[in-house]
Antibody
Framework: EAQLVESGGGLVQPGESLRLSCATS????????MHWLRQAPGKGLVWVSRIYSDGTDTIYADSVKGRFTISRDNAKNTLYLQMNSLRVDDTAVYYC??????????WGQGTRVTVSS | QSALTQPPSASGSPGQSVAISCTGTSSDVGGYNYVSWYQQHPGKAPKLIIS???KRPSGVPDRFSGSKSGNTASLTVSGLQTEDEADYYC??????????FGGGTKLTVL
């Protein structure tokens, strides 16, 4: 069964950094684009970033550009999100998802990030 | 990119049908047949229920259907069941490898 499991969330202060991981299993990780999305408390879903299957291309939402870095290790079947210069409005549940142009067809259970002083 | 526009709430009685709209622009919903819909129960991860405007992934009941006209996509849930009570989100590809979501619709089964 295909599965995504996020980890690495927690409570940090504004300006600090955090690295999220998304361990995958049950499918050929290296064949798929992967994404990070987030959901602030009581709010809707927001797409954050996408990485090509081979890691050669990345793109980011304007709200995180220059602060967040998506990466992947296809040998370890793991996706990452390095989050620097965190702000209060980055507080959210972060989801990794498998996806394409058409949809996000497999989601993890999410990891909570809280940025607060 | 602005978020897509969804009604904040919708409701229906068991067995009835309800439609949820998702309005964008010619740069997203109207420009691509890459509209998808997601169901999210409280405290759970989103689940894909409609892809490419009207395609149902394996395992999704045929009570769920999708359509699009111009810049507005719609999700219809027929034969409402209590387990359909959830938040529903639409999403669209916008070009330039950017994706946008609607604000979500809370569906209540009365």
């Amino acid at each position: 069964e295909a599965q995504l499991v996020e980890s690495g969330g927690g409570l940090v202060q504004p300006g600090e950094s955090l690295r999220l991981s998304c361990a995958t299993s049950g499918f050929t990780f290296s064949s798929y684009w992967m994404h990070w999305l987030r959901q602030a408390p009581g709010k809707g879903l927001v797409w954050v970033s996408r990485i090509y299957s081979d890691g050669t291309d990345t793109i980011y939402a304007d709200s995180v550009k220059g602060r967040f870095t998506i990466s992947r290790d296809n040998a370890k079947n793991t996706l990452y999100l390095q989050m620097n210069s965190l702000r209060v409005d980055d507080t959210a549940v972060y989801y990794c998802a498998r996806g394409s142009y058409y949809h996000f067809d497999l989601w993890g259970q999410g990891t909570r990030v809280t940025v607060s002083s | 990119q602005s978020a897509l526009t969804q009604p904040p709430s919708a409701s229906g009685s068991p067995g009835q049908s309800v439609a949820i709209s998702c309005t964008g622009t010619s740069s997203d919903v109207g420009g691509y047949n890459y509209v998808s819909w997601y169901q999210q129960h409280p405290g759970k991860a989103p689940k894909l229920i409609i892809s490419e405007v009207s395609k149902r992934p394996s395992g999704v009941p045929d009570r769920f259907s999708g359509s699009k006209s111009g810049n507005t996509a719609s999700l219809t849930v027929s034969g409402l069941q209590t387990e359909d009570e959830a938040d529903y989100y639409c999403s669209s590809y916008t070009g330039s490898y950017i994706w946008v979501f609607g604000g979500g619709t809370k569906l209540t089964v009365l």
